[in-house]
C-alpha cells in the first residue's frame, strides 16, 4: 500500500476517532488502581475517547488494562515523542496515539504504524511538515499560548483541508469557542479530569463534569 493510501487511511482513522465525543480527555495516572474507574467515570459522562498520557510510567499499563475491560472505549496514548514509545504504545494495545510536536522520524513511523498517530502541531511550517507525508490531522498544541481560535482561524486559509484537535489551555469557558471552528474535530483537554477528583477518587464529580461539559457543547 502507497504511503498516500495508508495516510488516507489513517486520516479517516483519527476523523472517526475524534468525532465520537467533542472532548478528548487528557489522561493522567499516577496510582495503576485509578485508570478503570476513572475511564468507566468517563464513558458514564459520555465520553468514550481516552487519551492516556505516558506522563507518568503507570501509562502503557493503564492503556492495556483499560482497553482489555472496555472494548467500548476508544484508547489512545498521549504524549508519544519517539519511535520507540509509538511501538511501546501499539504494544500496549492504543488504538491511536497523540504527540505534543513532531519530528520526522516520528512522521514516517507514524505513516508505517498499524494505529493512526495525532501529530502535534504549533506553527504553518510544523504543519507543512506533516502535509508532506500525507498527514491531514492534527493535534494543535498549545492551543491558548500559540494562538487560540484566531490561529485556527487563520490556518484554515492557506490549509482548507485540515482539521485539528486544539489542546492546551482549554476548558469548559472556551471549548466551545473553539468547537464552532470548521476546522476542528473535538478539543482536547485536562479539564474534565482535574487532579484532585482523581486524587480523591471523586469519581462522580467528574462523570458529572463530563457530563456537564458535554451538553454545554452540544447545546444549539
Ligand atoms: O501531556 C501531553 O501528552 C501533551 O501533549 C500536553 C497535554 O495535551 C496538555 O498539556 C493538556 O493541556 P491542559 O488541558 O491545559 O492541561
Known amino acids: 500500500m502507497s504511503n498516500l493510501t495508508l495516510a488516507t487511511q489513517a486520516t479517516q482513522q483519527i476523523d472517526l476517532i475524534c468525532r ?71 504494544d500496549a494495545g492504543a488504538q491511536f496515539a497523540i504527540s505534543p510536536g513532531l519530528t520526522h522520524e516520528l512522521l514516517l513511523a507514524g505513516i508505517d504504524s498499524t494505529i493512526p498517530l495525532l501529530p502535534g502541531i504549533a506553527t504553518p511550517s510544523e504543519l507543512m511538515q506533516g502535509l508532506q507525508l500525507g498527514y491531514q490531522r492534527f493535534k494543535f498544541f498549545p492551543a491558548a499560548a500559540a494562538g487560540g481560535v484566531p490561529a485556527l482561524k487563520a490556518l484554515a486559509g492557506p490549509f482548507s483541508d485540515v482539521c485539528f484537535c486544539p489542546t492546551g489551555g482549554i476548558n469548559a469557558n472556551n471549548a466551545r469557542e473553539y468547537l464552532a471552528l470548521p476546522n476542528v474535530m473535538c478539543v482536547g483537554g485536562s479539564w474534565v479530569v482535574p487532579s484532585d477528583a482523581v486524587r480523591n477518587k471523586d469519581w462522580q464529580r467528574i462523570t458529572e463534569l463530563s457530563k456537564l461539559s458535554i451538553q454545554a457543547l452540544l447545546q444549539s
Do not use: C, W
Open 20 to 90: 465520537q465525543s467533542p472532548i478528548m480527555p487528557v489522561i493522567t495516572i499516577n496510582d495503576i488502581s485509578e485508570a478503570l474507574p476513572l475511564a468507566n467515570a468517563l464513558l458514564d459522562g459520555g465520553i468514550s475517547t481516552l487519551e492516556v498520557t505516558l506522563r507518568t510510567q503507570t501509562g502503557l499499563d493503564a492503556i492495556s488494562i483499560i482497553r482489555k475491560a472496555l472494548p467500548e472505549a476508544f484508547v489512545g496514548a498521549g504524549t508519544v515523542t519517539s519511535v520507540a514509545m509509538l511501538n511501546a504504545v501499539v
